[in-house]
């Protein structure tokens, strides 16, 4: 496993433990980022919540077709990138509800659809469709 940033806490617990063959490779140039994705089998975000308030990366992840594991302290409405289809929530119990998760989305590809769930959530008509029903909506209670 590849975790692009520093070192953190809970991937290094995973490489000590010798669950996870985990290589760190510190901050990157923001225009060596996609090159590194695209190599990508799953994307994980495991922010404590108090760096990263919303990641982006959750639906570039989708739109690029791979699964996702996040943690559940992203601060982020994770119900809305994390169904069964996408991925999967860990909770912060530790490290091993990490390995299992990992585990299990890489050993069953087939088992999600992220791409899919994107386009039907998250392309440009659906943002459109969303907002007229806010406007709609907004009328209404006038």
Known sequence: ???????????????????????????????????????????????DGQKD?????LPEFLAMDMPVLVRDTVRTDLAAYVVPET???????????FHEAFEFIRSNPG????????????TLGQ???RIRHLIEEARRVK
């Open 1 to 47: 496993m590849l975790r692009i940033g520093p070192e953190d806490q809970w991937f290094a617990a995973e490489r000590d433990s010798g669950r996870l063959d985990v290589t760190f490779t510190g901050l990157i140039p923001r225009q060596e980022v996609p090159g590194w994705a695209c190599q990508a089998i799953m994307g994980a975000v495991c922010d």
């Open 53 to 57: 308030s919303g990641p982006r990366v």
């Open 87 to 97: 991925g999967l929530i860990v909770d912060d119990a530790g490290p091993f509800a």
């Open 111 to 122: 088992t999600f659809q992220p791409r899919r769930y994107y386009y039907e959530h998250f």
């Open 127 to 129: 943002a459109v469709a």
